[in-house]
Antibody, heavy 123, light 107 residues
């Protein structure tokens, strides 16, 4: 059974750095084709893709947020960490981690999601 | 980046209706498109991947079609649990962008 769970602070202050951890089970991020993705959804707005890390430690980022995002993995702990610097109130959102397989030369759909964690940016 | 658009942004329908919504990519993404259902307070659920492949466990009243730049999600015989927002996502190239969503509301 594949599960993912996000953890991190519910409240951060403007300019601070957000660190979120995704702890997963039921698959290995060391296995070829496995990837973990971060997505967010501000209240009342659309889903926004943030970052992806794959089994080979390749990392991909949103073009608009690239300079603020860092994704890393600890395969032995089954964890992926997302950091976002210089937080602003517009970054208030529910943040999801999810599994995205890459079976051939392209990614498949995001098949398993965490429940999401609401992060509020406010002083 | 590949830009995704969806239409309509919202629609009203009744239980039992056939519902169709579209997703358009700014460039050719072949068949590499997924559809998700999102309900408030819940994680998105994958419905369709590779444009037309039904994810395991998803009811067969959902179907997807299209290739290149134009894609369609169809729900035949809308059920009460189908009132939600639907998002498309291109999986052709990173960043794996989402569309803005189509909200399906009760008429």
């Amino acid at each position: 059974q594949v599960t993912l769970r996000e953890s991190g602070p519910a409240l951060v202050k403007p300019t601070q750095t957000l660190t979120l951890t995704c702890t997963f089970s039921g698959f290995s991020l060391s296995s070829s084709g496995m990837c973990v993705t971060w997505i967010r959804q501000p209240p009342g707005k659309a889903l926004e893709w943030l970052a992806l890390i794959d089994w080979d430690d390749d990392k991909y980022y949103s073009s608009s947020l690239r300079t603020r995002l860092t994704v890393s993995k600890d395969s032995s702990k089954n964890q992926v960490v997302l950091t976002m610097t210089d937080m602003d109130p517009v970054d208030t959102a529910t943040y999801f981690c999810a599994r995205t397989p890459k079976y051939t030369s392209s990614w498949s759909g995001i098949d398993y999601w965490g429940q999401g964690t609401l992060v509020t940016v406010s002083s | 980046d590949f830009q995704m658009t969806q239409s309509p942004s919202s629609l009203s329908a009744s239980v039992g209706d056939r519902v169709t919504m579209t997703c358009r990519a700014s460039q050719n993404i072949a068949h590499l498109l997924s559809w998700y259902q999102k309900k408030p307070g819940r994680a998105p659920e994958l419905l369709i991947y590779d444009a037309s492949k039904l994810q395991s466990g998803v009811p067969s009243r959902f179907s997807g079609s299209g290739s290149g730049t134009d894609f369609t999600l169809t729900i035949i015989s809308l059920q009460p649990e189908d009132f939600a927002t639907y998002y498309c996502q291109q999986t052709y190239s990173t960043p794996l962008t989402f569309g803005p969503g189509t909200k399906v509301q009760i008429k």
